[in-house]
């Protein structure tokens, strides 16, 4: 069963606003991963936080972990249509070897 | 250029037939990678390696079989045992099994005719 489940499945926003998405998983985690994948090509990994950061920023990402409530969200602030895509969880189990994927969330992006 | 590449990107195949799939990483990674991807979900992961001629399944490895015979090579070879292989096929690597940054490939199309 997949471990982490991202919502909502997709958003459609305007360019400039902020997109928001969230990621719920089971199990106790090592790590929590955000990936973007453009249609039809491969994964880019985006930010990577440990079990015991609350939050990290990487340019206009901005990703919080709640290991109590087992979700995390990713906020990507002023979108531009560049960041049309579907983005990842993935959540690493202790040990870290094992990295399972969620369904992902397809976000588009209007100019 | 330090990368991981995948060939071919489109691939057609008759039924009954096996197929290799290729991935080459210059990263110098000790670990590999095989995931299946189908439309509109996630990656579920087929097999993966942890050091050159190691290798394990993961969680949906029936009908597939892989080689790890070189540290920058990890071919995927889809059998005709494999009932629906119709799908995105993904290669990653990482630099070692306890640092979980996945670096990916451009992905394999392949098409069962």
């Known amino acids: 069963s997949q471990q982490g489940e991202e919502d909502p499945q997709a958003l459609s926003i305007q360019e400039g606003e902020n997109a928001t998405m969230n990621c719920s998983y089971k199990t106790s985690i090592n790590n929590l991963q955000w990936y973007r994948q453009n249609s039809g090509r491969g994964l880019v990994h985006l930010i990577l936080?440990?079990?015991?950061?609350r939050e990290k920023h990487s340019g206009r990402l901005r990703v919080t972990l709640d290991t109590s409530k087992k979700s995390s969200s990713l906020l990507i602030t002023a979108s531009r249509a560049a960041d049309t895509a579907s983005y990842f969880c993935a959540t690493a189990n202790t040990g870290g070897f094992k990295t399972i994927f969620g369904a992902g969330t397809r976000l588009f992006v209007k100019a | 250029d330090g990368g991981i590449t995948q060939s071919p990107k489109y691939l057609f195949r008759k039924e009954g037939q096996n197929v290799t799939l290729s991935c080459e990483q210059n990263l110098n990674h000790d670990a590999m990678y095989w995931y299946r991807q189908d439309p509109g979900q996630g990656l579920r992961l087929i097999y993966y390696?942890?050091?050159?001629?190691?290798?394990q399944k993961g969680d949906i490895a029936e009908g597939y079989s892989v080689s790890r015979e070189k540290k920058e090579s990890f071919p995927l070879t889809v059998t005709s045992a494999q009932k629906n292989p119709t799908a995105f096929y993904l290669c990653?690597?990482?630099?070692?099994?306890?640092?979980?940054?996945?670096?990916f490939g451009p992905g394999t199309r392949l098409t069962v005719l």
């Open positions: 990653a690597s990482s630099r070692d099994h306890s640092y979980n940054e996945q670096f």
């Open positions: 390696s942890q050091i050159v001629n190691d290798f």
């Open positions: 936080i440990r079990s015991n950061e």
